[in-house]
Nanobody, 125 residues
Framework: QVQLVESGGGLVQAGGSLKLSCAAS????????MGWYRQAPGKQRELVAT???????NYADSAKGRFTISRDNAKNTMYLQMNSLKPDDTAVYYC???????????????????WGQGTQVTVSS
Protein backbone atom coordinates (compact mmCIF):
# COMPACT_ATOMS: atom_id res chain seq x y z
CA GLN A 1 0.00 0.00 0.00
CA VAL A 2 0.99 3.60 -0.62
CA GLN A 3 -0.04 6.72 1.26
CA LEU A 4 -0.06 10.31 0.02
CA VAL A 5 -0.12 13.06 2.64
CA GLU A 6 -0.64 16.71 1.73
CA SER A 7 0.38 19.64 3.89
CA GLY A 8 0.80 23.40 3.62
CA GLY A 9 -2.77 24.54 3.16
CA GLY A 10 -4.28 27.38 5.13
CA LEU A 11 -5.85 30.81 5.08
CA VAL A 12 -4.16 33.58 3.13
CA GLN A 13 -5.14 36.99 1.84
CA ALA A 14 -5.54 37.67 -1.85
CA GLY A 15 -2.17 38.28 -3.44
CA GLY A 16 -0.41 36.06 -0.94
CA SER A 17 1.45 32.79 -1.38
CA LEU A 18 1.30 29.24 -0.12
CA LYS A 19 3.42 26.17 -0.78
CA LEU A 20 1.77 22.77 -0.70
CA SER A 21 3.65 19.53 -0.22
CA CYS A 22 2.66 15.94 -0.98
CA ALA A 23 4.74 13.16 0.53
CA ALA A 24 4.38 9.61 -0.70
CA SER A 25 5.28 6.65 1.47
CA UNK A 26 4.84 2.90 1.53
CA UNK A 27 5.82 0.13 -0.85
CA UNK A 28 7.01 2.27 -3.72
CA UNK A 29 9.03 0.94 -6.64
CA UNK A 30 8.73 4.16 -8.60
CA UNK A 31 6.42 7.13 -8.98
CA UNK A 32 5.41 7.99 -12.50
CA UNK A 33 3.28 11.08 -13.03
CA MET A 34 2.10 13.21 -10.12
CA GLY A 35 -0.39 16.02 -10.02
CA TRP A 36 -2.38 18.51 -8.05
CA TYR A 37 -6.14 18.79 -8.39
CA ARG A 38 -8.64 20.97 -6.58
CA GLN A 39 -12.33 20.97 -5.79
CA ALA A 40 -14.26 24.05 -4.77
CA PRO A 41 -17.65 23.79 -3.03
CA GLY A 42 -20.35 22.82 -5.48
CA LYS A 43 -17.89 22.24 -8.30
CA GLN A 44 -16.21 19.25 -9.89
CA ARG A 45 -12.63 18.33 -9.15
CA GLU A 46 -10.31 19.98 -11.66
CA LEU A 47 -6.72 19.68 -12.74
CA VAL A 48 -4.28 22.27 -11.44
CA ALA A 49 -0.91 20.94 -12.62
CA THR A 50 0.90 17.70 -13.39
CA UNK A 51 4.53 16.65 -13.50
CA UNK A 52 6.15 13.53 -14.93
CA UNK A 53 9.08 11.61 -13.48
CA UNK A 54 11.25 13.49 -15.98
CA UNK A 55 9.93 16.80 -14.62
CA UNK A 56 7.84 17.66 -17.65
CA UNK A 57 5.02 19.90 -16.45
CA ASN A 58 1.52 20.82 -17.50
CA TYR A 59 -0.69 23.55 -16.05
CA ALA A 60 -4.32 24.51 -16.17
CA ASP A 61 -4.83 27.93 -17.71
CA SER A 62 -5.90 29.26 -14.31
CA ALA A 63 -2.54 28.23 -12.82
CA LYS A 64 -0.17 29.35 -15.57
CA GLY A 65 2.18 32.12 -14.51
CA ARG A 66 1.15 31.93 -10.85
CA PHE A 67 1.71 28.33 -9.73
CA THR A 68 4.83 26.16 -10.01
CA ILE A 69 4.79 22.40 -9.63
CA SER A 70 7.97 20.52 -8.73
CA ARG A 71 9.07 17.21 -7.26
CA ASP A 72 11.97 15.70 -5.37
CA ASN A 73 12.24 12.12 -6.58
CA ALA A 74 14.73 11.20 -3.85
CA LYS A 75 12.16 12.17 -1.22
CA ASN A 76 9.08 10.97 -3.12
CA THR A 77 7.65 14.43 -2.56
CA MET A 78 5.85 16.88 -4.80
CA TYR A 79 5.30 20.58 -4.27
CA LEU A 80 3.01 23.32 -5.51
CA GLN A 81 4.19 26.88 -5.05
CA MET A 82 1.19 29.16 -5.36
CA ASN A 83 1.71 32.90 -5.79
CA SER A 84 -0.65 35.81 -6.43
CA LEU A 85 -3.49 33.83 -4.93
CA LYS A 86 -7.07 34.85 -5.69
CA PRO A 87 -10.34 34.10 -3.89
CA ASP A 88 -11.22 31.84 -6.85
CA ASP A 89 -8.32 29.59 -5.82
CA THR A 90 -10.20 28.64 -2.66
CA ALA A 91 -10.67 24.87 -2.71
CA VAL A 92 -9.56 21.57 -1.27
CA TYR A 93 -6.32 20.64 -3.02
CA TYR A 94 -5.64 16.98 -3.67
CA CYS A 95 -2.43 15.20 -4.51
CA UNK A 96 -2.47 12.42 -7.09
CA UNK A 97 0.24 9.96 -8.03
CA UNK A 98 0.56 7.03 -10.40
CA UNK A 99 2.70 4.62 -8.40
CA UNK A 100 4.41 1.41 -9.42
CA UNK A 101 4.28 -0.61 -6.24
CA UNK A 102 7.13 -2.64 -4.83
CA UNK A 103 6.31 -6.33 -4.72
CA UNK A 104 8.14 -9.27 -3.23
CA UNK A 105 11.73 -9.95 -4.25
CA UNK A 106 12.05 -6.26 -5.18
CA UNK A 107 10.03 -6.65 -8.33
CA UNK A 108 7.71 -3.96 -9.67
CA UNK A 109 3.99 -4.48 -9.48
CA UNK A 110 1.30 -2.80 -11.53
CA UNK A 111 0.91 0.97 -11.62
CA UNK A 112 -1.87 2.17 -9.34
CA UNK A 113 -3.50 5.57 -9.00
CA UNK A 114 -3.46 7.07 -5.50
CA TRP A 115 -5.03 10.17 -3.96
CA GLY A 116 -4.26 12.12 -0.82
CA GLN A 117 -6.88 13.20 1.69
CA GLY A 118 -6.76 16.84 0.59
CA THR A 119 -5.69 20.11 2.18
CA GLN A 120 -7.87 23.21 2.42
CA VAL A 121 -6.71 26.44 0.80
CA THR A 122 -8.78 29.52 1.58
CA VAL A 123 -8.02 32.88 -0.01
CA SER A 124 -9.77 35.88 1.51
CA SER A 125 -10.51 39.04 -0.46
Amino acid sequence: QVQLVESGGGLVQAGGSLKLSCAASGRIFSINSMGWYRQAPGKQRELVATITSAASTNYADSAKGRFTISRDNAKNTMYLQMNSLKPDDTAVYYCNALVTELRTWGRPGPATDYWGQGTQVTVSS
